[in-house]
């Protein structure tokens, strides 16, 4: 076989063990240059004279070697293998036709395997209960409000905090406190204050957390002169009481002390927050 350097031109003359040393590529000996040999390789020279040899034209696909020479032969699998001889028969008995014969398939003497059964499946089930579990216990956190204002889920929710130790916050909804009645006047006992004193009913059909009341003193014009918010510590003294709430249908009694505005004070607002 022949192959042409392309920087200088040389041609020589190689083997199939040359060309396998480096897959293909070789060295000039006239100019130093690396090249392929593949592309101008050739196995009789052209006729003279020629001063390139030609390059064969690349492929997209590699072509395929149908003239197989030497191919290795697979292991040919036994479909039947011989029975085991009895020693106390005589051949001429096991070649009757009513006796069955004396080879059999192989997949017969094979046993089956089955696939085994899925060891870690009480796993998997008890990780999904516990990920429902969390995904429950974060819907009811979030949606903790309206729950546990709701007549419907409420107990189930106290009943369930009752075995976890815990205590459910209390329902809020201030458009159901009805302000019954009002009054204003001078302090009996202390000088330039007044006395403010208020009747309020829980028409909720649950209990309330005592309400922050705010008291706005406006004159004539309903321009505000004063205002004071007061916290259920401040005018409920007993804890015990506060912690009870108004319970449904309850009505209590408020007093507040104000320091006096003045004169101009002729008008006043209760609002609950």
């Known amino acids: 076989m022949y192959a042409q350097c392309p920087e200088c031109l040389t041609i020589y003359e190689l083997d199939a063990a040359t060309l396998a040393q480096a897959h293909g590529t070789v060295g000039c000996g006239q100019c130093g240059a690396t090249f392929n040999a593949l592309p101008t390789l050739t196995e ?8 390139n040899l030609a390059v064969h034209p ?6 395929i070697l149908m003239m197989a020479v030497v191919r290795e032969q697979p292991p040919q699998q036994v479909l039947f293998k011989p029975a ?3 020693s106390g028969v005589e051949a001429a008995e096991t070649d009757t036709v009513d006796e069955p014969p004396t080879s059999f398939p192989s997949f017969v003497l094979r046993p089956r395997h089955r696939p085994a059964p899925y060891r870690h499946t009480w796993r998997w089930v008890t990780a999904c209960v516990l990920l429902a579990l969390c995904l429950g ?15 419907a889920t409420r107990p189930w929710l106290t009943q369930a905090c009752r075995l976890f130790g815990c205590t459910l ?20 006992n202390v000088p330039n204050a007044l006395l403010i004193s208020a009747t309020v009913r829980n028409n909720a059909p649950f209990t309330q957390p005592y309400p922050i009341v705010s ?34 249908g309850a009505t209590a009694a408020l007093m507040f002390e104000v320091k006096d505005p003045g004169r101009n004070a002729v008008a006043f607002q209760f609002g609950f927050q």
């Not at 690349?58 to 072509?63: D, F, L, N, V």
């Not at 916050?169 to 009996?188: E, G, I, K, M, T």
């Open 44 to 51: 009789h020279l052209p006729d003279e004279p020629f001063e």
């Open 58 to 63: 690349s492929s997209p696909a590699p072509p």
């Open 84 to 86: 085991p001889a009895d």
């Open 137 to 151: 216990v974060q819907l009811v956190w979030a949606k903790r409000k309206p729950l546990t204002a709701n007549p």
């Open 169 to 188: 916050p209390p329902v809020r909804d201030l458009a159901q406190l009805q302000l019954l009645s009002r009054d204003v006047r001078p302090h009996p």
């Open 215 to 248: 008291i706005t003193l406006s004159d004539l014009d309903e321009n505000r002169i004063a205002m004071r918010r007061f916290r259920p510590s401040e005018y409920i003294a007993d804890p015990k009481v506060r912690a009870a709430g108004l319970a449904p």
